[in-house]
């Protein structure tokens, strides 16, 4: 049973590119998470998505960044037009249930030149 | 919203010794508390979790400590060695659908 799995491992985006991050949630989770990450800081939480459906997008900026669950493959967290200040490490967590154990992909670290 | 905090952001312990990082949190309905590992350049990992049902619960090596009168989580680490070096987060959940990682502790361990 493979983990979860995050694609690109790196990426790297000019000023005003989009940037597309996937997760695929380990077989049976139907709740993903995203959060992200600075250097030298902790976990922040972005946004929370069950299958088609966003359940809690409260630390997710409004403008520039978007994320769904379809109800086929991968999670995908878009950021469009993207700045310096995006650069951090996106993690992506899956778990079976609402409020439980949370399984981590190995992160997307995203550098905007 | 939820208020997850921890004591000390760096502990510094000699190998061999024991470890112990702190979790507080503020909600009283949150019922499940999860201690991760996170080294560098990788994910989050899994250590150990508890319910709100109980006080205690023990792995290999690691032991997690819950006081829920004054919302206190933390989690002991015995006989620290080197490939503990590692941040360790605590996750709290309940009463809601947010899960909040506390801001970490960075775990240093000296030879």
């Known amino acids: 049973n493979a983990g979860v799995m995050q694609n690109p491992r790196h990426l790297v985006r000019r000023r005003g590119q989009e940037a597309r991050l996937r997760c695929s949630p380990m077989k049976g989770h139907s709740h993903v998470y995203w959060y992200r990450q600075l250097p030298e800081e902790g976990l922040k939480f972005m946004v929370y998505?069950?299958?088609?459906?966003?359940?809690?997008e409260s630390g997710m900026p409004k403008e520039r960044f978007s994320a769904e669950f379809p109800k086929e493959g991968p999670s995908i967290l878009r950021i469009q037009q993207v700045v310096r200040g995006d650069s951090a490490a996106y993690f992506c967590?899956?778990?079976?249930?609402?409020?439980?154990?949370?399984?981590f992909g190995s992160g997307t670290q995203l550098s905007v030149l | 919203g939820e208020s997850v905090g921890l004591h000390l952001p760096t502990l510094s312990v000699q190998e061999g010794d024991n470890s112990i990082i702190n979790c507080a949190y503020s909600n009283s309905a949150s019922d499940y508390f999860i201690w991760y590992k996170q080294e560098s350049g990788k994910g989050p990992q899994f250590i150990i979790d508890i319910r709100s049902n109980m006080d205690k619960r023990q792995g290999q090596r690691v032991t997690v400590l819950l006081n829920k009168t004054v919302k206190h989580l933390s989690l002991q680490i015995a006989a620290t060695q080197p490939g503990d070096s590692a941040v360790y987060f605590c996750l709290i959940t309940g009463g809601g659908n947010k899960l909040t990682f506390g801001t970490g502790t960075q775990l240093k361990v000296e030879l």
């Open positions: 967590a899956s778990s079976p249930e609402r409020s439980g154990k949370l399984f």
């Open positions: 998505l069950q299958k088609e459906n966003i359940i809690d």
